[in-house]
């Protein structure tokens, strides 16, 4: 896993950050702006789609996002009738999740029903998982009491709040983080549909 952080960026920063860093790693391994994957050719050339998850929810799935969540099935949903479609013939960022997804992602003004959080998909596979990073102590202390409340309704373990990270961001600037696969990607370059072709052991070899 590749992570990174931006002080002063947000989530359209790490979404250029991803089309640029993919785009060099395929000029220097094969040369072109494109990459062929399971008989698919994946053309990289900028600027990449961008699709909302409501577009998406709306153009690929039998519900809306709204129904989705209110019936708890969003990531069955996902998987079984967006994410398949998804970065077919080039990259796709998936951005701006419902706000109840994104714990730890600033949410979106004025639209605060969403939270600034994108994932990239090419050929179906998702690679990374970013977000503009929520700076605020106020809201993040009321979302984590938030959660310790749903935990405590479902009598699961009810952790404490971490006041560290809390006191934290007070000095905290306005900031973005990525969390990139490498191996998948490693898988999306090497042309195979197996993760374990790409690693140096499989969990099973543990």
Known sequence: MLEWYRAGGNYTDLMNDCQDLIGFIAGQTTGKNSLSYQGQSIHLD??????????????????????????????????????????????????????????????????????????????????????????????????????????????????????????SLNDMPAACGNALGLDRLVMLFSDTSKIDDVVAFTPEEL
């Open 46 to 167: 900028p600027p990449w789609t961008r699709m909302s998850v409501g577009e998406a929810f709306h153009r690929y799935a039998v519900m809306e996002v709204e129904d989705a969540l209110a019936k708890d099935c969003f990531e069955e949903v996902m998987v079984n009738d967006i994410e398949p479609n998804l970065g077919a013939t080039g990259p796709l960022f998936l951005y701006d999740y419902p706000a109840s997804l994104g714990a730890l992602a600033r949410l979106k003004p004025p639209n605060r029903r969403v939270a600034e959080r994108f994932e990239l998909y090419i050929a179906g596979i998702e690679l990374c998982n970013g977000f503009s990073e929520l700076t605020d102590p106020v809201e993040q202390h009321k979302r984590f009491e938030s959660e310790q409340k749903i935990r405590q309704s479902l009598h699961k373990p009810v952790y404490p709040l971490p006041q560290k990270f809390l006191n």
